[in-house]
Nanobody
Framework: VQLQASGGGLVQAGGSLRLSCAASGRTSTIYAMGWFRQAPGKEREFVASIRRSGGSALYADSVKGRFTISRANANTVYLQMNSLKPEDAAVYYC??????????????WGKGTQVTVSS
């Protein structure tokens, strides 16, 4: 499975960005797709996840109400990030695996995309 992420960039605090992730290859082996992020000097942390079949989504408390994960289809997911804060700045990684919030739930990682939020 390959995961291709795009959409990062520089935005002012309060602004919005949308990340995209497209899965290819043996996608039948993954049950959920989502996003994790890692800021310098910090552990990689869960952001949001959604089942490839649709329906349930999970969010980190820190992004609830501001970020929305959605599916274009079973192999493409988006992360709409609104009201961005400086603390949201990180490298964002697309992830594929089983549905959950732990790094251990992830079987496949995409290359990260940088999100920078200026104050």
């Amino acid at each position: 499975v390959q995961l291709q992420a795009s959409g990062g960039g520089l935005v002012q605090a309060g602004g919005s960005l949308r990340l995209s992730c497209a899965a290819s290859g043996r996608t039948s082996t993954i049950y959920a797709m989502g996003w994790f992020r890692q800021a310098p000097g910090k552990e990689r942390e869960f952001v949001a996840s959604i089942r490839r079949s649709g329906g349930s989504a999970l969010y980190a408390d820190s992004v609830k109400g501001r970020f929305t994960i959605s599916r274009a289809n079973a192999n493409t997911v988006y992360l709409q990030m609104n009201s961005l804060k400086p603390e949201d700045a990180a490298v964002y990684y697309c992830a594929g695996g089983i549905f959950g919030t732990a790094v251990s739930n992830v079987d496949y990682w995409g290359k990260g995309t940088q999100v920078t939020v200026s104050s």
